[in-house]
């Protein structure tokens, strides 16, 4: 028996071994790194902006969303450094980022707008209309499928956008359920979570054939249902908006297996999967959330705690080992004082590598460098401390917000954020 339960014990492990988990934390504005297979958690990987939301990796670079300062973050997965801030629109307030190929798209949830982003350059090609408030999209066969929630007039005029990506332009519009929050492509169709009014109306999960742009099936889940997550085994796993269940159903036959009256727990907010495992992340309200691990038979493998007010999980592709995403970096204990500030603050930092100067660089929330201090020569014996006092490269006053500062030596960079308060 003892025998038997050592084996399993290796096989679950085995499972884990490679993956790398990145997880939002909105509460705590950071970016947590899960190593599965050392068990190693960083909930401060990289310093977010304002409500950070959902993300998508590369096998290169995370892409967060900050909704309160209308961006994106391009953020380093091997070292954590922010490369830049990508700025979308004044009160954009984006929600969601897919990515295909050299091009994100972006939805701006409180203008009703679709973003075409080059990632080559960083910037913002071109833009679209779509339907109200815009929120998870999904890509199949050159189209991009784009739910609109309309919750800022009570969700009246719930549909999905279809768009086609070579003139990005609106090919059609397909009503749906309420509050058409997550998508995503599933043995070639679109399933569409429909969350319902968090009151009285409830969660509905909508299939759409993209060849003819209809909703082929409607599931009755119930509750409110979240993202999806699907297992090799044809299950999809739903996770739910109150964070206390999980739904499921067969991607296949579309025969539900659990529903709000008989849920999986224990629960989250959002999933995602593998090859091997299924991880659900959830918490309470003011609290570190945690991510679950499970393996496909539901059997619970670990649980690890990040940060507060989780809104957001992807799993590295599976085949790169967490060797592969980590490499060593120095912690140059960068940080300022005050923060906010104004009008003064002070950078400080140590640095131990072998490198006589090093630069500091500020940045704004659209990612413009507005003052450098370069070939700083540093005493490794000693902390080392910077005075900005706001200006830029013209001693001319910046504005209040959001900056980013930066210190590179030789090789490594590290990246903090700082607000400036007038």
């Given amino acids: 028996m003892k025998k038997s339960l050592v084996i399993l014990v290796m096989l679950a492990a085995l499972n884990l071994w490679g993956a790398v988990g990145f997880v939002v934390n ?42 309160g300062d209308n961006s994106i973050q391009k953020i380093d997965i091997n070292t954590g450094n922010t490369i830049t801030d990508i700025y979308i629109e004044n009160s954009s307030n984006p929600y969601d980022i897919v990515i295909d190929e050299d091009y994100a798209y972006i939805t701006g949830g409180m203008i009703n707008k679709v973003y075409k982003i080059d990632l080559n350059t960083d910037s913002v090609e071109s833009s679209i209309s779509v339907g109200g408030n815009p929120a998870g999209m999904a890509i199949l ?8 929630t309309d919750y800022g007039t009570g969700y009246s005029n719930c549909s999905v956008s279809v768009v086609d990506l070579e003139t990005f332009s609106v ?137 507060m007010y989780a809104t957001d999980i992807k799993i590295v592709t599976e085949g790169v080992s967490a ?36 630069t500091l660089d500020i940045y704004n929330i659209k990612g413009q460098k507005v003052k450098t201090f370069p070939n700083l020569q540093i005493n490794k014996s000693s902390n080392q401390q910077i005075l900005w006092n706001g200006t830029d490269e013209n001693n001319r006053r910046v504005s209040s917000g959001v900056y980013f500062y930066k210190l590179k030596s030789g090789s490594f960079e590290q990246t903090k954020k700082m607000i400036l308060i007038k």
């Avoid at 599965?36 to 590369?58: A, D, H, I, K, Q």
């Avoid at 066969?141 to 609109?148: Q, R, S």
């Avoid at 519009?173 to 009285?200: A, M, R, Y």
């Avoid at 742009?213 to 699907?230: E, K, Q, R």
């Fill in 323 to 358: 060797d592969d995403e980590l490499l060593p970096t120095p912690d140059y204990n960068l940080t300022n004082y005050p923060n906010p500030f104004n009008p003064l603050t002070t950078i400080t930092f140590s640095v131990t590598q072998n490198s006589d100067f090093v």
């Fill in 171 to 307: 090919e059609a519009t397909i009503p749906t359920e309420v509050n058409p929050q997550f998508l995503k492509t599933i043995n070639g169709n679109i399933h569409v979570s429909c969350g319902g009014n968090w009151v009285d109306i409830f969660g509905k999960i909508c299939i759409i054939d993209p060849a003819s742009n209809t909703i082929m099936s409607t599931l009755d889940i119930g509750g409110v249902t979240s993202n999806f997550a699907l297992m090799p085994n044809n299950t999809v796993y739903v996770a739910d908006g109150f964070g206390t269940s999980l739904y499921a159903y067969d991607a296949e036959t579309f025969e539900i297996i659990y529903d709000s009256s008989n849920p999986f727990t224990p629960g989250g907010t959002m999933v995602d999967s593998n090859s091997e495992n299924l991880f659900v992340l959830g918490g309470e309200w003011g609290q570190n959330f945690t991510v679950k691990v499970f393996d496909i038979n539901e059997n619970l493998l670990d649980e690890y705690t990040v940060g």
């Fill in 26 to 67: 909105s509460g705590s504005e950071t970016l947590s790194r899960i190593d599965f297979e050392t068990g190693e958690v960083n909930n401060v990987f990289c310093v977010l902006g304002s409500m950070p939301n959902r993300m998508e990796l590369t096998s290169e670079f995370a892409y967060i969303i900050n909704s």
């Fill in 141 to 148: 066969d050159g189209k991009l499928f784009v739910g609109n």
